[in-house]
């Protein structure tokens, strides 16, 4: 059963790589919400607290890491990930220095996922 208080929000201009990612956090009872590209996401986030983003890097308009420096910007406490296929192509110094909170490389692994997901949501203070 899903819990009000632990949402994510997965931006994905991708639909096939939203469906696998929901279907993954739902299995792990979380409330998902997906986007498909990261202006409609800082538009929701200006009010709706969400505790924990997902984010692809390439996107159209603004890329992952544009939008992460914007979402710590508006929403310091809220969690940032990075979930990428083409991390490689990125300085990950530049990367860092975002503020992204957790990179990973697509694919990645659910029990990688599930841990960094249960310390964001600890460090918030999520009563679950």
């Given amino acids: 059963m899903q819990t009000a208080e632990k949402k994510v929000l997965v931006i994905d201009d991708q639909h096939a790589q ?5 279907e993954l956090l739902e299995k792990l009872e979380y409330a998902v919400t997906t986007l498909d590209n990261a202006e409609e996401a800082l538009y929701l986030l200006e009010t709706v607290d969400i505790p924990v983003v997902i984010t692809d890097l390439k996107m159209p308009w603004m ?12 929403r310091p406490q809220t969690a ?6 083409y991390i490689d192509l990125y300085d990950h ?8 909170d957790a990179i990973f490389k697509k694919p990645v692994k ?7 997901l249960d310390e964001a949501f600890r460090s918030s203070g999520w009563q679950g």
């Fill in 18 to 22: 939203q469906a696998l990612l929901r």
């Fill in 63 to 74: 890329d992952g890491a544009q939008f992460c420096r914007q979402v710590k910007s508006i």
């Fill in 80 to 85: 940032v990930f990075l979930l990428s296929g």
């Fill in 93 to 100: 110094e530049q990367l860092q220095a975002a503020g992204f």
């Fill in 110 to 116: 659910a029990a990688q996922l599930e841990k960094a």
